[in-house]
């Protein structure tokens, strides 16, 4: 069965350094989603995109976090620099069908900031 | 832009038992409203979806009834067991090609 592909599963990275989260979704799958869990909460939606453009990327903190997609397959979340705030659990999505289908979740990047 | 609200946050039940988990939505022009299990160190799961134009839909034990006057969703899990317990989150899309807003969960534990 495909699945939705993370890198790293976790990381410990210190304030203010930078840290990269990377994404393969589903095959074939245009829109990709990046979420942020904070513990014993909902996924928040950071951002999303259709092939390689930005859908929706209202709230992505843009002064620290970035994201990108250059090829419209694979996907990248960078912070930089990383706040103790930002701990928390990152997940990729994917869906076809223009979003209108099912989200397939990756198994996610635990993000600790000491 | 659309809120999900769910409630409880916590539900203990006995195993055998039913389990209701409730979710409103604020868009009205929401129409795919699903429902994510999310055991511990998982990812989150689809379990069941309903869309706008169904009242309910039932897929062995669990059930999704959707009221769009009252602009609320339910889940439904009948004869509960030990491994239905996880965090259970709803959630709703309001239109084509948007993100998916959830629920903040709802910790379910089935005792036994």
Redesign the interface.
Known sequence: EAEVAQSPRYKITEKSQAVAFWCDPISGHATLYWYRQILGQGPELLVQFQDESVVDDSQLPKDRFSAERLKGVDSTLKIQPAELGDSAMYLCASSSAQGLGEAFFGQGTRLTVV | GEN?E?HPSTLSVQEGDSAVIKCTYSDSASN?F?W?KQELG?????II?IRSNVGEKKDQRIAVTLNKTAKHFSLHITETQPEDSAVY?C?A?NQ??????????TTLSVSS
Not at chain 2, 42 to 46: E, T
Not at chain 2, 96 to 105: E, M, P, Q, R, S
């Open positions: 999900v769910q795919y699903p994510y998982k990812r989150p799961q689809l979806d989150f959630a899309r084509a090609g948007t993100a998916l807003i959830f629920g903040k969960g």
